[in-house]
């Protein structure tokens, strides 16, 4: 019995639309001049596109010359997303014209549309976002049944297409009304007929895995990660400014270093002197302290004069600056390494300067520690613009409930968020705060006085009442944000608000969401997509600036950390 082919779906539902077709196509004549109409508007579709039209014939194999054209890395002429890639970023599907194009085609599995369906009813982000993807499913859809066309043209020349009729291609025992089922069958039927251009795209480890023992191509989502930060060795010819000045300008930067990439806003450099020249350049010894050899990329606005109405005019230059703001810090709270400095600088520069930070770090690097005594002592000074400490933790099952700890939403929500009341009491202990009455606070005092902070300066929501939320004047910690979906992080990172700062910290190393990967998860792509933005500061820190303990520093080291 000859195997049943693929089929591609024309319109909003596929089952009705190809009955409908069955049932007004009855001869073989009118079916032959249909295929061929729909062909030809596509062909012309396409020319107007200026993409070319995909061929009805079976492809040249790899091994013709004619076929063997290198692609450019990243590239592949065929991708079937993964469901969990689509869930994840809806905009797969919706590029805009100035998109990095990833493959001639995406071939998307025909099942996903009644399972997104499903998912659409879920109280969770995973269902907002599913409610997104579903929109676009039907506005391509619509589209593609409205011009009687086989393919669908994004704005930037991908080309999409609905896939059904792999069946044939499920493995023994699948469950077929599984999404990675059905991509596994989608892209194992191509592969007969396009062997070696077609790739799995996905983030989820698992589904790598089984395309990988299926012997299929993986492409894997946003392998690109930033660090925000350099480590650089200065020469001699940039000593004098920078020691005199105190900032290299962007002119300067490129003449110094010529072979490095031109630096993205706020991103930090740390400078590597050289001892036995840097003395006669650096007589007060800046280059031993973070500020004198740690300087960030901003945009300062120079005065050149003033004009003819007696306002002052002028122009806004780029310079690698020396720290400033860490001098601000109390005691307790002063860095102990170059990453600490530069999170601290992030931290206490104004909401003008810098309204998102965003600190990607390991366990014991102080990250939390940092974000939350600094919102606090600032939410506590009268002259701060800030008027309380906002935490919204990473819910176990993703936002979609709180669950059933005894209390109201305020305790059961702070009882996952037990590492940020920890650094309040450590903060409190290492302040070495005095009683009213004389002699040092005992464990006791610190909880007492912790829990007083806690109930006069911090309000703690849930993610499932995050929805519609306008945080003004606020200090916001997402904490753990490493388990934060893409569609999550974007929709969290909306809800600033006038005169608030936005703090996001987690460890892409602990991500515990089966679904993503250290490079596809939440924090990861919010650093990425906002190292363009002048009100963003991305900071890294690595294993070798842990400072919880020394035997933290030694788990990180004999595990591999």
């Given amino acids: 019995m000859a195997k049943k082919k693929a089929v591609v779906i024309y319109g909003n539902s596929t089952q009705r639309y190809v009955q409908a077709q069955r049932a007004a196509q009855t001869k073989k004549s009118a079916r032959t001049q249909a295929q061929a109409e729909k062909a030809a508007f596509a062909k012309s579709r396409a020319k107007q596109n200026k993409v070319q039209a995909p061929s009805a014939t079976r492809p040249k194999s790899p091994s013709s010359p004619a076929a063997e054209t290198k692609m450019p890395d990243g ?23 100035n998109t990095k194009l990833k493959a001639k085609e995406m071939l998307i599995p025909a ?18 976002t599913a409610a997104i993807l579903l929109d ?8 593609m049944h409205s011009r009687h066309a086989a393919c669908y043209t994004c704005a930037n020349g991908m080309i999409i297409r609905f896939i059904e009729g792999a069946e044939q291609y499920f493995t023994h025992g699948a469950d077929r009304q599984s999404s990675t089922a059905a991509a596994l069958a989608t892209a194992s039927y191509l592969h007969q007929s396009r062997p070696g251009e077609v790739a799995i795209l996905s983030g ?18 946003n392998p690109e990660v930033y660090a925000g930060r350099r480590k650089l060795v200065m020469p001699e010819a940039a000593y004098s400014d920078w020691f005199e000045k105190g900032y290299l300008t962007e002119e300067q930067f490129a003449e110094f270093f010529p072979d490095e990439e031109p630096l993205h806003r706020n991103e930090f450099v740390e400078f590597v002197f050289d001892d036995d020249i840097a003395p006669s350049y650096d007589r007060s010894c800046k280059r031993r302290t973070f500020k004198g050899r740690i300087g960030r990329y901003v945009s300062i606005w120079i005065k050149d004069g003033v004009n003819d109405d007696g306002a002052a005019c002028g122009h806004r230059e780029l310079q690698l600056q020396q720290l400033h703001y860490i001098d601000k810090l109390p005691p307790a709270l002063q860095p102990r390494n170059a990453g600490q ?11 003008q300067d810098i309204a998102f930070v965003i600190c990607m770090a390991t366990f014991g690097t102080g990250k939390t520690y940092l974000s939350t005594n600094i919102g606090l002592e600032l939410v506590g000074d009268k002259e701060s613009v800030y008027n309380r400490v906002f935490l919204c933790p990473r819910d176990s099952k993703l936002g979609n409930e ?4 005894p209390g109201d939403e305020r305790e059961k929500t702070l009882v996952k968020l037990m590492s940020v009341v920890d650094n309040i009491r450590s903060y409190l202990k290492n302040k070495r705060e005095k009683k009213k009455g004389g002699g040092e606070m005992t464990y006791e005092d610190i909880v007492v006085s912790a829990d007083k902070l806690i109930d006069r300066y911090v309000e703690v929501a849930p993610m499932n009442s995050m929805g519609g939320r306008n945080l003004s004047d606020s200090w916001i910690i997402y904490d753990e944000a490493q388990d934060f979906e893409r569609g999550q992080i974007e929709q969290l990172m909306g809800r600033i608000g006038e005169c608030s700062k936005m703090v996001i910290i987690g460890d892409p190393g602990q991500v515990s969401n089966r679904h993503m990967n250290r490079h596809s998860c939440g924090i990861n792509y919010a650093a990425v997509k906002m190292r363009e933005s002048e009100c963003a500061a991305i900071i890294t820190m690595t294993k070798d600036e842990i400072e919880r303990s020394f035997a933290a520093r030694e788990v990180a080291r004999c595990m591999g950390k």
């Avoid at 549309?113 to 499903?118: L, M």
């Avoid at 676009?136 to 589209?143: A, D, G, K, Q, R």
């Avoid at 530069?342 to 104004?350: T, Y």
């Fill in 75 to 97: 590239f592949h002429p065929f991708l079937v997303p993964a469901l969990d890639a689509l869930i994840g970023d809806p905009k797969i599907i919706n590029p805009d014209k």
């Fill in 111 to 128: 099942q996903y549309i009644d399972r997104v369906a499903e998912m659409r009813d879920d109280k969770t982000f995973r269902g907002e």
């Fill in 402 to 405: 709180i669950g059933y700890v």
């Fill in 341 to 351: 400095a530069m999170l601290c600088e992030a931290l206490m520069a104004p909401y």
């Fill in 204 to 221: 989820d480890n698992a589904m790598l895995s089984k395309a990988l023992k299926a012997k299929l191509d993986i492409a894997k989502i």
């Fill in 136 to 143: 676009y499913f039907e506005s391509i859809l619509e589209e």
